[in-house]
Nanobody
Framework: QVQLVESGGGLVQAGGSLRLSCAAS????????MGWFRQAPGKEREFVST????????SYAASVKGRFTISRDNAKNTVTLQMNTLKPEDTAVYYC???????????????WGQGTQVTVSS
């Protein structure tokens, strides 16, 4: 297991930007693929973005592609989600997750952060 702590959430107006960060500890960070997921009230947790262990492969949900960018710094044990042109429908709790292999499925990620709230006002 790896311990994950998210930061950077908050309240922003539609069209604005936020940058989420996730700090990892406890295990060798570069051994893990990393993902961002989100969960809105009354909805299931959904995939947002994922990045491979080396950072060379990324994937995005269709709803965020072109607006969000995932990146990682294996020297600093961090993964970042840059969110631009935010929409009210992006409002959710955002979770950072670590898993042994690149995936878009929550079930493939064994370590999760506590989540950070993102609220986008219209």
């Amino acid at each position: 297991q790896v311990q994950l702590v998210e930061s950077g959430g908050g309240l922003v107006q539609a069209g604005g930007s936020l940058r989420l960060s996730c700090a990892a500890s406890g295990r060798t960070f570069s051994n893990f693929a990393m993902g961002w997921f989100r969960q809105a009230p009354g909805k299931e947790r959904e995939f947002v973005s994922t990045i491979s262990r080396g950072g060379g492969v990324t994937s995005y949900a269709a709803s965020v592609k072109g607006r969000f960018t995932i990146s990682r710094d294996n020297a600093k044990n961090t993964v970042t989600l840059q969110m631009n042109t935010l929409k009210p429908e992006d409002t959710a709790v955002y979770y950072c997750a670590a898993g042994p292999q690149w995936s878009t499925r929550p079930a493939d990620f064994g370590s999760w952060g506590q989540g950070t709230q993102v609220t986008v006002s219209s």
